[in-house]
């Protein structure tokens, strides 16, 4: 297919792609509709219908997704909803299942796992090879004591035997959680600190950006940090034959894979954990997030279903780690009997074409990944629709960030002008996205198709009133059944209540600003809790980075309102220059200029400053909040853990700049 660049950018609300018939008829919400209309007596003639009704009527709405996906119960359910409230609602009661049962309901030769690594070829493995592995580990998790609710824990990045490890471990119903191994030791031990595990799963190293790193150093010092591990399986997967003498109570990953074995499930309660999510940490110890095997169950098959459009035969992949909830997200491709794509390594090395190059090797039908990514393939001006087959990819994720118009239009001019482009929002709180794709809907430049089925998104004034096309705090003011079923070691719910009720009473505040529009679709502009305010004028950060980074000369950006309720301050741009690019008069009144036109005189930066990186947190995400927080007099070690961070050689700019303002004000 020919790729030619639209003749003029394109601006936030113009139709890029729309469903041909034909393609709506093949679509799963449709076949979805039709046997609501057959089953149930339900006939909804648009989205929003079936949109409203399904956030409305809950319980009629997720007893027919338990129904559709033929959900296997070992114990029927007595009530879909037993108290409609949050935090707290109580989903599915008397109900038992197993999350990983459902996971291997396909046992054939049908590829379930395609694996790829900076220094591995693509190599698969089978739905039977699959269950024959974790059957095998499984079995060797019972010989080493572990029982339903025990903790298993791993130190992995995003390989095949990170998913057997968990998968073996929820038969059992005991609990998982899992770190990259890019976490720092202080980052790890923080977080399974927190939930007491008895197994650690670990690899001796790993390769990123073509260099190789040793961990099992690490892992030692974890050991010594968590009292009560009993068992550390390592992986090979940096060299064939690990040094692990430095390490208590090892066991090599052969030694559970040593015999074969009949796999059964635990059934647990709907509401049985079944893994841990954390936030990132960026203050204090993070909170240790804990979802169930049945919330998580019915809302993935929902979401990748129903809105991602995925079946059996799609190969479905998400640029993730183990650390990041969209590793959650996409190993739930197997609910569907879908094949996942697993790669392991930097989506940068050698050059931003290696993840278009995965795609093109393995005939990958939907492409997940960061609208960050997305712009970073826009300005390396590369175009993979050109440079590889990519004649499978029918549909294509982002999230992470807001994706703007252009990133849309980049996907439709040099990816793939026929795809169906999501870009969702979500997070680790609930596991999913809730606002986000649609297959029968148009996709819009810089919007979100859609609010999630039994997703009761709102956009709220400061009174708490819903507002439609104005942006507002997103909400959500019905109970879901992903939502957390409490943090581990928060026995009072505080954290809990803090984290997402104090704004508004009995409705979840997610900390992004929204607009929704009339027509159901969402533009997201960033986080609330870091907005711009100029003279009045509210904006999410997102329209700030846009702009600055749609200048060539620019790779990346932060800025930083320093306001205060009450009082204003001073508006702070940071700015990393392309290589042998300086931040000289001339640039800055460009950024300037753009700044004045295409956002407001009042967003024109009264200081900018070029540093050498931005600094995220382990998950990609800037460290807005934090920064702000450490710029208005907050000292670091109270704004901001270190291990946290990324790459926390970034902040050194940052404190050295507080310092010098508040020598400055003294």
């Known amino acids: 297919m020919e ?105 054939d030769d049908h590829p379930a796992v395609v694996f790829k690594s900076e220094t591995r070829p693509p190599s698969t493995l089978s739905y039977a090879e699959l269950y024959s592995q974790v059957a095998a580990v499984a079995a060797g998790l019972r010989r080493l004591g572990v029982q339903r609710g025990d903790r298993v824990v791993a130190y992995m990045p995003n390989i095949p035997q990170a998913l057997v490890a968990f998968l073996a471990a929820s038969s059992i119903g005991a609990v998982w959680s899992s770190c990259s191994p890019e976490f720092g030791i202080r980052a790890v031990v923080d977080r399974f600190r927190l939930i007491e595990p008895k197994v650690l799963f670990a690899v001796d190293g790993y390769h990123y950006n073509g260099r190789p790193f040793e961990r099992l150093t690490a892992v030692a010092e974890i050991q010594r940090h968590l009292p009560t591990l009993e068992t550390t399986v390592v992986v090979p997967y940096l060299d064939d034959q690990p040094v692990t003498g430095g390490l208590g109570n090892v066991k090599l990953w052969d030694d559970l894979l040593g015999e074969t074995a009949e796999l059964s499930f635990e059934p647990v309660p709907f509401e049985h954990p079944l893994w841990v999510l954390y936030s990132s940490g960026t203050t204090g110890v993070p909170k240790a997030i804990v979802q169930g095997h049945g919330g998580i169950l019915l809302e ?151 609010r999630g089925l039994g997703a009761r998104v709102e956009a709220y004034d400061e009174q708490g009133h819903p507002v439609v096309e104005e942006v507002g705090e997103l909400v959500i003011t019905e109970p879901l059944p992903s939502m957390p079923l409490f943090f581990w070691n928060d026995p009072d719910d505080r954290r809990y209540q803090e984290s997402y009720f104090d704004m508004f009473p009995g409705v979840w505040r997610h900390g992004d600003w929204i607009k929704i529009g009339r027509g159901g679709s969402c533009v997201i502009y960033g986080r609330s809790d870091s907005t711009l305010n100029r003279a009045g004028v509210r904006m999410g950060s997102s329209e700030f980075y846009r ?109 050295d700049l507080a310092r010098s303002l508040q020598q400055a004000s003294s």
């Open 3 to 107: 790729h030619e660049a639209s003749a003029e950018p394109v601006s936030e609300g113009t139709v890029l792609w729309q469903s041909s018939e034909e393609q709506k008829a093949r679509a799963n919400i449709t076949r979805y509709l039709r046997w609501l209309r057959e089953k149930k007596g339900l006939d909804f003639s648009s989205y929003d219908d079936l949109w409203a009704w399904s956030v409305s009527d809950l319980e009629a709405f997720w007893a027919s997704i338990w129904e559709f996906f033929e959900v296997k119960a070992h114990r029927p359910y007595t009530r879909v909803l037993a108290e409609r409230r949050m935090p707290r609602a109580r989903w599915f009661e008397g109900a038992e299942l197993n999350y990983a049962e459902h996971a291997l309901r396909r046992r």
């Open 300 to 450: 993935h098959l929902k979401a990748l279903s129903l809105h991602l459009d995925l079946t059996s035969e799609d190969r479905f992949f998400w640029f993730t780690t183990t650390g990041w909830m969209m590793w959650n997200f996409l190993i739930s491709g197997l609910l569907l009997g879908t094949t996942i794509l697993l790669y392991d390594g930097s989506p940068g090395y050698p050059d931003m074409r290696a993840l278009w190059q995965f795609a093109g090797e393995t005939g990958m039908t939907y492409f997940g990944t960061s609208a960050p990514y997305i712009l970073s393939c826009m300005k390396a001006g590369i175009e993979p629709g050109r440079e590889f087959n990519l004649s499978s990819l029918r549909a294509a994720g982002s999230t992470g960030a807001p994706l703007p118009p252009e990133g849309f239009q980049w996907v439709y001019d040099k990816v793939e002008k026929d795809l169906l482009l999501g870009s969702v929002s979500g997070g680790t709180d609930m596991c999913t996205a809730f606002v986000l794709s649609c297959p029968t809907l148009p996709v819009r430049a810089g919007e979100l198709q859609c």
């Open 547 to 655: 702009v600055v980074e749609d200048i060539p000369e620019i790779v990346d950006s932060l800025v930083v309102d320093t306001g205060q309720l009450g009082s204003e301050g001073r508006l702070l741009l940071f700015v990393v220059p392309r290589s042998g690019v300086s931040l000289d008069e001339e640039l800055q009144a460009r950024i300037g200029a753009k700044l004045r036109q295409e956002l407001s005189p009042r967003y024109v930066p009264d200081e900018m400053h070029a540093v050498s990186d931005i600094p995220r947190t382990l998950n990609g995400k800037k460290l807005e909040v934090p920064i702000k927080r450490i710029l208005t007099g907050t000292p670091p070690e109270k704004a901001v853990s270190p291990d946290a961070i990324s790459n926390p050689q970034a902040m050194h700019f940052f404190i």
